[in-house]
């Protein structure tokens, strides 16, 4: 476990009503930071998560980061509630099925792999702007993309979500070039399959068992793994991984 006192240190974690955000919200907060959540749909799970966080000043907002200008915004707000931001977590996404194989219109096929990118890289990629505004004028900061092993093996019937988190590593090793010398420090996770919400329908049964049998651990990952691997990302030990992607599957897949 990390033992970094995070108590002066602020930070936004996208997408935190449950699952990865969720369980980085909780960590951040017992590590002594003040935590601005954020949800888009889920306003009672996310009221839920903030009554549970140790601690005090914290905040919850609501806003759709598919929308650019939204997602600026939310780091407005989160600064606004929280008087500074030192960490963004960009954990927010999308996971729906679009395959090429004409079971969709082009029209629908379309209009959900720009949604996907929207959400998954877009989005990020705004409020990542918009957070090193901020960090620039208080001496700097961190940004913690959450990615996928995806964007490396590649995502059948979710190639918008594949490419999207492609983007999104590489967003996070342009922005590490670009900001460093403002000491800003913009790392990016990979990890495959979570035990999640929104993984759950894909690990039933012999589908899942097969989705297991991919790492030589035989399971998948969970939630408080990744969200350790964040806190990690987010402390100053880990200042020098900028601009690396630090893979969290298993060995299900190595590149």
């Known amino acids: 476990m990390i033992t970094v006192d995070f108590s002066h240190r602020t930070a936004l974690v996208t997408g935190s009503s ?10 951040l907060a017992q ?9 888009h749909r889920s306003a009672d799970a996310a009221r839920e998560v903030l009554a549970s966080l140790p601690g005090d000043g914290h905040a919850i907002l ?18 606004a509630e929280l008087g500074h ?8 996404g999308i996971f729906t099925p679009h395959p090429v194989d ?10 959900t792999f720009q949604q996907t ?9 705004a409020a990542a702007y918009q957070a090193i505004q901020h960090m620039r004028g208080r001496g700097g900061g961190t940004i913690i993309n959450i990615g996928s092993r995806g964007a490396y ?41 979570i035990e999640t919400a929104m993984a759950r329908p894909h690990l039933q049964g012999e589908a899942g068992a097969a989705v297991r049998a ?20 987010a402390s100053p030990d880990a200042a020098f991984t900028t601009g690396g992607v630090l893979d969290l599957n298993g060995a299900s897949y190595l590149h």
């Open 18 to 27: 449950r699952g990865v955000g969720r369980a980085t919200a909780a960590l």
């Open 153 to 193: 093996r590649g995502e059948p019937g979710q190639v918008g979500y594949g490419a999207a988190k492609a983007g999104l590593h590489s967003l996070s090793q342009s922005l590490a070039r670009e900001v460093g010398g403002d000491n800003i420090t913009v790392h990016a996770v990979a990890p495959g399959f």
């Open 85 to 92: 931001l030192d960490i963004l977590v960009n954990n927010a």
């Open 214 to 233: 991919q790492s030589p651990l035989n399971r998948v990952a969970t939630v408080e793994e990744v969200a350790r691997a964040v806190l990690y990302l």
């Open 62 to 79: 609501q806003a759709d980061v598919s929308d650019p200008q939204a997602a600026r915004k939310l780091v407005d707000g989160a600064v």
């Open 31 to 39: 590590a002594g930071a003040r935590v601005c959540l954020h949800y």
């Open 117 to 125: 990118l929207n959400t998954n890289l877009i989005g990020p990629a």
């Open 102 to 111: 004409g079971s969709l219109s082009f029209e629908k096929w379309l209009s």
